[in-house]
């Protein structure tokens, strides 16, 4: 049974900065891509930003690009999405999706592609 666990959320002024982390309790972290998705109020998952299994190669939404900076540390089964440049559009529910293919070859974005989820954890900017 694979457990992924959101942390890091909360209330930030437009401008500033949070680090989100995903705990990731299972044996195949090392091995499968993880990504970032987000809920905004009323409106569908969307993909933010995603890794694959190295953590050399990422992909970002372009929404978030140049802002957001994903990473991993294996060691501690963690990902991480660094959020800097806040603005009131990033405001939603944000959660972590593992992969259920090791070492796919290539990076994936779509929710369908990630089998493991995390319960989430609310982002809120305000003005």
């Known amino acids: 049974q694979v457990e992924l666990v959101e942390s890091g959320g909360g209330l930030v002024q437009a401008g500033g900065s949070l680090r989100l982390s995903c705990a990731f309790d299972?044996?195949?972290?090392?091995?499968?891509?993880m990504a970032w998705f987000r809920q905004p109020p009323g409106k569908e998952r969307e993909f933010v930003a995603a890794?694959?299994?190295?953590?050399?190669?990422?992909q970002y939404a372009a929404s978030v690009e140049g802002r957001f900076t994903i990473s991993r540390d294996n060691a501690k089964n963690t990902v991480y999405l660094q959020m800097n440049s806040l603005k009131s559009d990033d405001t939603a529910v944000y959660f972590c999706?593992?992969?259920?293919?090791?070492?796919?070859?290539?990076?994936?974005?779509?929710?369908?592609?990630?089998?493991?989820w995390g319960q989430g954890t609310q982002v809120t900017v305000s003005e």
């Open positions: 999706a593992g992969d259920s293919r090791a070492y796919r070859a290539v990076i994936l974005t779509t929710t369908s592609s990630y089998k493991y």
């Open positions: 890794l694959d299994w190295s953590g050399r190669n990422t």
């Open positions: 299972g044996s195949t972290f090392s091995s499968i891509a």
